[in-house]
């Protein structure tokens, strides 16, 4: 685009002089003022590419305008071209430590002028195209963090931007909570996809949002299956119980979200790893002991019940309202005892 020449001289004659010089030297844009307050109001309503400023001038003079710009972040980088009858040493080196980007002494040579004036507007396309960059490459880094968050947790992402990696540790005092919807599957074979796609989705959402109300960190879902853990990247003093917690609101969510979906949910509680899985595609995972008791749990759990192992219920004490259901054979484990979990006591 054709850009904006302010043009700055209480002369008139100086003013149309320039004019006519840069209109021959193809810029057509011009703007004038006739004093240094009028040159500020012009160059905070409207955008100026380049400033052609007098020194010499009433009200506000020419340092008193390159001082004003200097303070005024907003002006502060555009090019100051000055031009004047002072052919003082003094005054040009103070001009530049004001924030001139020129000087050019009266009278000038059209010739000089024209160099100055383009190189002037050269060099502030220049910027401006570098800020644009900048500016595309943040908000592309920004709408990165983003995607990465969708697939990541928030925590983990930190610590990849600060570390550059992130290894596998090992995590003493997790609670994991896995949930799971009855009949889901043969649900889905009932009706179209798009329908059970966003039913589905709309109670992972919530199931998100209670998980995040209690502290607790979504690890991932398979399917219908949610799972989510507590203390093991957001610290908590009570991992058992915030899980608790957050397992009967999903119970109460399911119910009020579909009279005919019920979840069943299995929680434990000790030690486990954790790391990012795969290169291609990156998934942040937990494995141990703890994740395959949990998930067990929540198999051989009743439709609408929220169980626990017995060492995740000494967590509790007297704290909650549960009913011990015997020792239970789970899939590839010795029995167990489970607690049915009704309620928290205040």
């Not at 199931?207 to 879902?221: D, N, P, R, S, W």
């Not at 989510?228 to 397992?247: F, G, H, K, Y």
């Not at 954790?274 to 290169?279: E, P, R, S, V």
Request: net charge negative; glycine share 6%; charged share 30%.
């Amino acid at each position: 685009m054709d850009p904006v020449v302010l043009i700055v001289d209480d002369n008139e004659d100086n003013r149309f002089t320039l004019t006519m010089r840069l209109e021959s030297c193809g810029y057509s844009n011009l703007v004038t003022a006739e004093n240094g307050l009028e040159a500020l109001e012009k160059m905070r309503s409207e955008p100026v590419d380049l400033v052609l400023l007098d020194i010499m001038m009433p009200e506000l003079d020419g340092y008193g305008v390159l001082a004003e710009m200097s303070a005024d972040v907003s002006l502060r980088g555009i090019p100051v071209v000055m031009i004047s009858a002072i052919d003082d040493i003094n005054s040009v080196v103070r001009c530049i430590e004001l924030g001139a980007t020129d000087y050019l002494t009266k009278p000038f040579n059209p010739v000089l002028l024209k160099a100055r004036v383009d190189n002037c507007i050269e060099k502030a396309r220049s910027r401006a195209q570098e800020a644009a960059y900048h500016e595309r490459i943040e908000s592309e880094k920004r709408r990165a963090d983003e995607l990465l968050a969708t697939v990541l947790p928030r925590a983990i992402v930190r610590a990849l931007k600060r570390d550059g990696q992130l290894k596998p540790q090992r995590y003493d005092d997790v609670a994991v909570l896995f949930c799971d919807v009855v009949g889901f599957t043969a649900y889905s074979e009932k009706n179209p996809p798009e329908t059970v796609f966003a039913e589905l989705e709309t109670l992972i959402d919530r199931f998100e949002e209670i998980a995040a109300k209690h502290g607790l960190e979504k690890i991932k879902t398979i399917g219908d299956a949610f799972m989510a853990t507590a203390n093991l990247l957001s610290e908590l003093d009570e991992p058992v119980r915030a899980a608790v917690a957050c397992a009967l609101d999903m119970l109460a969510a399911a119910r009020e979200f579909r009279r005919d979906w019920a979840v069943r949910i299995g929680i434990d509680h000790g030690p486990l790893s954790a790391g990012i899985m795969g290169k291609t595609q990156c998934q942040f995972d937990v494995w141990g002991d703890t994740v395959n008791t949990a998930a067990r749990i929540e198999e051989a759990g009743r439709p609408g019940t929220v169980n626990l192992s017995g060492r995740a219920w000494l967590h509790l004490r007297n704290r909650a309202q549960g009913r011990s259901l015997g020792l239970v054979d789970l899939k590839g484990k010795e029995k167990l005892e489970i607690i049915e979990c009704m309620a928290l006591k205040p």
